[in-house]
């Protein structure tokens, strides 16, 4: 990245002289049938001591009331759930794990008797946490759980009428009102790396902070491996089977300590080593209680007194200020609302350019479509463009930071994914990257993001539209061999475009096909939440945005360009460019 920057900046002063100057995932081969429902969970600051403490069972109560209560009791994890396992008998109690899982639910629970002391409960569940805080949204239909309630030996002894009803079968986990949920749970990163090892890569996840150890569930979870989106397309420094044996805790050096099984730390190298360190210390980071991250493993060190950028790493990569668009039927610059031209790039206009891409880490390389978007074009300074790809449809080419412009073709058949260098020093074909989860349907807009290691999309299935997030797949020289089957990202306007706008954040809208159409921009981060951004425009033809900080996500509209202020306040005034259908690298 460094070296691309600097790249950049020499192509920046060049340019002001002259204008004066993605192998299928093994994960499950099935995508998700049904897009989600978009939610907002609630902001909530340290709100936790209005949260009500679970209350014990009550004498006489009914069975539907012991399983209202017990639902309810799931906010408590003190002393591993133990007011909720008073609900249940004592075999019960010992099969259930409340860790397992967690419904969020929308709407109170329904309970109905099915006889024989069993009961059905449902709810509309918005969401799911899985062990390792992996969230997955649901559909609005309404989730259905069993429970199988007995009456407990009375004070005599004897079964009978005195006896108290209590749970003898429950579904493993627990369910939280999305109120509730947001009062216990946050959610927080764990890093990965890239394949290459050039980046770290985010991979949120949810866990219950009210009377859980939350460092020591997310180690445990990092431990785990990435969510399954991810896998196949990062990597962990730590060994498959590492475990933690102790921890965390506080050493004798004020430092968060973690212990961990010496046996698959065993054959290390000393750069591995100092790779874990990293990324347990990025994992844990901003954790309450957690300080600087000290691993140890028997007779093994974690020096790790390199830092990321020693180790070649670069965390949370970004991209400059800089946009790619056209003008007068030339690819243009533009640096705020400055339009710059290229040195030497050569007239393209009887090609009719469209949809331009430029990568961050290199700066003698644009993409773009010509104008029945039928073929994908390099172009450089000094040389005449060249057709790479040519399909149906194609969509705005995505520049990677690994040598790579990807775009797709959509046919009747469906999608097709291509990805073709364009660092001339690789000798690598054009390739068409494997996902056979897409057959059938569309990819309205695919981008790369700055990691390389995901693939945020709009799949059109049938006509219905909804967000991905994918891993890429690559072989050990990088290049592009598959997505892994993708992670629903919920939505709540209509969609057809996506950009990155953060490492764990997207911006997604469908253009106003007429001039009073209204469009509403929406922000969808990795958290599973939604957000709009600002009011809403009429008839946007483009929007731009990058991951990057202080970048201004610019809207495009036939009369001007705006950008957002500070609030997400549009601001219309004077904000014409002569600049259009730009965006920043990526």
Same mark, same amino acid.
């Given at each position: 990245?460094?070296t691309?920057?600097?790249?950049?900046?020499?192509?920046?002063?060049?340019?002001?002289?002259?204008?004066?100057?993605?192998?299928?995932?093994?994960?499950?081969?099935?995508?998700?049938?049904?897009?989600?429902?978009?939610?907002?969970?609630?902001?909530?600051?340290?709100?936790?001591?209005?949260?009500?403490?679970?209350?014990?069972?009550?004498?006489?109560?009914?069975?539907?009331?012991?399983?209202?209560d017990?639902?309810?009791?799931?906010?408590?994890?003190?002393?591993?759930?133990?007011?909720?396992?008073?609900?249940?008998?004592?075999?019960?109690?010992?099969?259930?794990?409340?860790?397992?899982?967690?419904?969020?639910?929308?709407?109170d629970?329904?309970?109905?008797?099915?006889?024989?002391d069993?009961?059905?409960?449902?709810?509309?569940?918005?969401?799911?946490?899985d062990?390792n805080?992996?969230?997955?949204?649901?559909?609005?239909?309404?989730?259905?759980?069993?429970?199988?309630?007995?009456?407990?030996?009375?004070?005599?002894?004897?079964?009978?009428?005195?006896?108290?009803?209590?749970?003898?079968?429950?579904?493993?986990?627990?369910?939280?009102?999305?109120?509730?949920?947001?009062?216990?749970?946050?959610?927080?990163?764990?890093?990965?790396?890239?394949?290459?090892?050039?980046?770290?890569?985010?991979?949120?996840?949810?866990?219950?902070?009210?009377?859980?150890?939350?460092?020591?569930?997310?180690?445990?979870?990092?431990?785990?491996?990435?969510?399954?989106?991810?896998?196949?397309?990062?990597?962990?420094?730590?060994?498959?089977?590492?475990?933690?044996?102790?921890?965390?805790?506080?050493?004798?050096?004020?430092?968060?300590?973690?212990?961990?099984?010496?046996?698959?730390?065993?054959?290390?190298?000393?750069?591995?080593?100092? &790779?874990?360190?990293?990324?347990?210390? @990025? !994992?844990?980071? #901003? =954790? %309450? $209680?957690?300080? *600087?991250? +000290?691993?140890? /493993?028997?007779?093994?060190?974690?020096?790790?007194?390199?830092?990321?950028?020693?180790?070649?790493?670069?965390?949370?990569?970004?991209?400059?200020?800089?946009?790619?668009?056209?003008?007068?039927?030339?690819?243009? &610059?533009?640096?705020?609302?400055?339009? @710059? !031209?290229?040195? #030497? =790039? %050569? $007239?393209?206009? *009887?090609? +009719?350019?469209? /949809?331009?891409?430029?990568?961050?880490?290199?700066?003698?390389?644009?993409?773009?479509?010509?104008?029945?978007?039928?073929?994908?074009?390099?172009?450089?300074?000094?040389?005449?463009?060249?057709?790479?790809?040519?399909g149906?449809?194609?969509?705005?080419?995505?520049?990677?930071?690994?040598?790579?412009?990807?775009?797709?073709?959509?046919?009747?058949?469906?999608?097709?994914?291509?990805?073709?260098?364009?660092?001339?020093?690789?000798?690598?074909?054009?390739?068409?990257?494997?996902?056979?989860?897409l057959?059938?349907?569309?990819?309205?807009?695919?981008?790369?993001?700055?990691d390389?290691?995901?693939?945020?999309?709009?799949?059109?299935?049938?006509?219905?539209?909804?967000?991905?997030?994918?891993?890429?797949?690559?072989?050990?020289?990088?290049?592009?061999?598959?997505?892994?089957?993708?992670?629903?990202?919920?939505?709540?306007?209509?969609?057809?475009?996506?950009?990155?706008?953060?490492?764990?954040?997207?911006?997604v809208?469908?253009?106003?096909?007429?001039?009073?159409?209204?469009?509403?921009?929406?922000?969808?981060?990795?958290?599973?939440?939604?957000?709009?951004?600002?009011?809403?425009?009429?008839?946007?033809r483009?929007?731009?945005?990058?991951?990057?900080?202080d970048?201004?996500?610019?809207?495009?509209?036939?009369?001007?360009?705006?950008?957002?202020?500070?609030?997400?306040?549009?601001?219309?005034?004077?904000?014409?460019?002569?600049?259009?259908?730009?965006?920043?690298?990526?």
């Amino acid at each position: 990245m460094s070296t691309g920057r600097r790249g950049r900046a020499t192509a920046l002063l060049a340019v002001v002289l002259a204008t004066a100057l993605l192998l299928v995932s093994a994960c499950a081969p099935m995508i998700p049938t049904s897009g989600p429902v978009g939610t907002s969970q609630p902001e909530s600051d340290d709100d936790t001591q209005y949260l009500s403490q679970p209350a014990s069972p009550q004498p006489g109560a009914t069975a539907e009331t012991i399983i209202r209560d017990f639902i309810k009791a799931g906010v408590g994890a003190e002393d591993d759930f133990a007011v909720a396992r008073e609900y249940l008998t004592e075999e019960a109690s010992q099969q259930w794990r409340p860790t397992e899982r967690t419904l969020v639910y929308t709407s109170d629970p329904a309970i109905f008797s099915e006889g024989d002391d069993t009961y059905s409960v449902q709810v509309g569940v918005d969401s799911s946490v899985d062990a390792n805080g992996i969230m997955t949204p649901r559909t609005s239909s309404p989730d259905s759980v069993e429970f199988t309630l007995t009456r407990e030996d009375g004070e005599d002894g004897e079964d009978g009428e005195d006896g108290e009803w209590r749970i003898a079968e429950a579904p493993q986990g627990i369910m939280l009102s999305s109120t509730a949920f947001s009062q216990t749970f946050r959610a927080h990163t764990l890093y990965f790396y890239d394949r290459q090892h050039e980046y770290t890569v985010p991979d949120r996840r949810w866990f219950m902070e009210r009377g859980r150890d939350v460092a020591a569930e997310t180690m445990r979870a990092l431990l785990d491996g990435p969510a399954p989106y991810l896998q196949s397309a990062v990597d962990s420094a730590f060994p498959d089977g590492a475990v933690m044996t102790r921890g965390p805790f506080e050493g004798e050096d004020g430092a968060t300590t973690i212990e961990l099984d010496s046996e698959r730390i065993a054959g290390t190298t000393a750069e591995e080593r100092s &790779l874990m360190r990293h990324q347990a210390s @990025l !994992s844990l980071d #901003g =954790l %309450p $209680d957690v300080g *600087d991250v +000290d691993l140890s /493993a028997g007779q093994w060190t974690f020096d790790g007194s390199s830092s990321l950028e020693a180790l070649g790493i670069t965390h949370r990569p970004e991209v400059q200020s800089l946009q790619v668009g056209v003008h007068d039927g030339r690819l243009k &610059l533009l640096e705020g609302l400055q339009t @710059l !031209s290229i040195a #030497g =790039l %050569p $007239d393209i206009s *009887d090609l +009719d350019p469209q /949809a331009p891409a430029m990568p961050e880490a290199a700066d003698d390389v644009y993409a773009f479509l010509d104008g029945d978007r039928e073929n994908l074009y390099h172009v450089r300074p000094d040389r005449s463009a060249v057709s790479v790809v040519e399909g149906e449809a194609l969509s705005r080419p995505s520049m990677d930071n690994d040598g790579w412009t990807w775009t797709v073709s959509n046919s009747d058949s469906g999608a097709t994914i291509h990805a073709v260098p364009y660092d001339e020093s690789m000798e690598a074909p054009a390739v068409k990257v494997s996902a056979d989860w897409l057959d059938g349907r569309e990819i309205t807009s695919l981008r790369i993001a700055q990691d390389g290691a995901r693939a945020a999309m709009v799949v059109d299935d049938g006509g219905e539209r909804t967000l991905y997030v994918a891993g890429v797949v690559r072989d050990s020289e990088g290049i592009p061999r598959g997505l892994t089957t993708p992670m629903a990202l919920p939505t709540t306007v209509e969609i057809e475009h996506v950009r990155w706008d953060a490492n764990d954040a997207l911006v997604v809208w469908q253009p106003g096909g007429v001039e009073d159409e209204a469009v509403q921009i929406q922000r969808v981060t990795l958290d599973m939440t939604t957000e709009d951004v600002g009011e809403v425009l009429l008839a946007v033809r483009n929007v731009s945005t990058g991951e990057g900080a202080d970048l201004e996500l610019m809207a495009e509209t036939p009369d001007s360009s705006v950008v957002t202020l500070p609030g997400d306040i549009w601001n219309l005034d004077d904000q014409d460019v002569a600049l259009r259908d730009y965006a920043y690298a990526g």
